[in-house]
């Protein structure tokens, strides 16, 4: 099955300014950063995590503690999805218990990703409640999950894919719908 790009939803600007206004609103939802900590989920939650991580230092002059979660020893569906999953490590320095804890991934659709994210995260303690911060929320969830903070809503069809391309990782900062042929 071949994709075609179809659109250009976010440029480097339009992400930046997501992230931004995620930063704010997470800022201005928990009263500061008072017990706050951020956990990107890899891949590509992880830049993100790190970007919103630097703009509260920007706004508030407060290092928040930022973890990686890799959730691949957590989805229900791997076996369906028919790839086996690399394991890399969590590496979530400090303690999640009583912590208000900001998850971050880039795009949320099935919500599938998250729950197992949810999993993971009570794995290591007890946070005192749990948030969730995503670039794109596409739609089409099986679970009920919702986002708290979302960079956009893009309504697509299943047919669709959304690629998050990031510096980090890809070279290049955009977000790009493209449909299956």
Known sequence: MSH??????LDADGIRRALTRIAH???ERNAGT???VLIGIRRRGVP?????AAKIKEI????VPLGILDINLYRDDLSRLGY?????????PFSVTDKKVVLVDDVLYTGRT?????????????????QLAVLIDRGHRELPIRADFVGKNVPTSRRETISVLLQEVDGIDK???EEAE
């Open 84 to 92: 086996h999953p690399v394991l890399r490590k969590t590496e979530v």
């Open 114 to 130: 998250v729950r197992a994210a949810l999993d993971a995260i009570m794995d290591l303690g007890r946070p005192k409640l749990i």
């Open 4 to 9: 075609h790009e179809k659109n250009q939803i």
């Open 175 to 177: 977000v790009v719908i």
């Open 25 to 27: 609103e997470i800022l």
């Open 48 to 52: 993100l995590a790190q970007r919103i």
């Open 60 to 63: 508030e002059g407060t290092s």
């Open 34 to 36: 008072q017990d706050l």
